[in-house]
């Protein structure tokens, strides 16, 4: 299991130290929240700040769009540094175009599904999507309850992506910590998003281990 700390649980005080810290910790990937207040109630960060942020590490940028209009600001994402960029099926972007701007680009594309988005919808698109991030909250804040009812869609799609052979990744989103990791690792999942598991905890870096030990 991969783990992705959310740096939206971080100190915004201190940043730098922040990813600092998970990069000495054990994390994978670095998860990049970007929130614009209207495609959900909470506004985050720019790619401005994702360009200064990516001088700070050499870890992957798996940069999260929960904004209406992903295909705008592709481009912005991209040039800041972005390893990966996962926007919403449920924006008002055209899917097409927003994953033939990301695939150009040379950045890894992926789409994000909320909690009432179904499987099916991903489908079409899964023989040119990197990862499928499915939201195990609704999107917007950290520190929410996992939901488990998501793993039969987790489930889903894992078989969708063996039966055609395809190394599309599945990541959720939300809730992930010792007492919920071993379902999302049970139902198929390839990477974690954690933000307020790892950020909270005493010792990142045990957090981190003790989480990774749980998926077997
Ligand atoms: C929620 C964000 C998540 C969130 C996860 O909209 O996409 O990345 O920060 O936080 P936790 O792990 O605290 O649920
Ligand atoms: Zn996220």
Do not use: W
Request: aromatic share 6%; with cysteine; proline share 5%.
């Amino acid at each position: 299991m991969l783990i992705a700390p959310s740096l939206l649980s971080c100190d915004f005080s201190n940043f730098k130290g922040e990813i600092e810290r998970m990069d000495n910790s054990g994390a994978d990937i670095m998860h990049l929240d970007v929130m614009d207040g209207h495609f959900v109630p909470n506004i985050t960060f720019g790619a401005p700040v994702v360009k200064e942020i990516r001088k700070c590490t050499k870890k992957p940028f798996d940069v999260h769009l929960m904004i209406s209009q992903p295909d705008r600001y592709i481009d912005d994402f991209c040039k800041a540094g972005a390893d990966i960029i996962s926007f919403h099926t449920e924006a008002d972007s055209d899917i097409e175009k927003t994953l033939s701007l990301i695939e150009k680009s040379g950045v890894k594309p992926a789409l994000a599904i909320k909690p009432n988005t179904p499987a099916d919808v991903v489908y079409k698109y899964l023989d040119r999507l990197y990862m499928v991030l499915v939201m195990t909250v609704e999107p917007g804040f950290g520190g929410q309850s996992f939901m488990e009812n998501m793993m039969p869609k987790v489930e889903a799609i894992k078989e969708e992506i063996n039966r055609r052979n395809l190394k599309t990744l599945i990541e959720v989103d939300g809730g992930i910590k010792d007492t919920t990791i071993k379902k999302a690792y049970d139902s198929g999942v390839d990477i974690c998003v954690a933000g307020t598991a790892v950020f909270k905890a005493e010792d990142a870096k045990l957090e981190i281990s003790k989480l990774k030990a749980l998926c077997k």
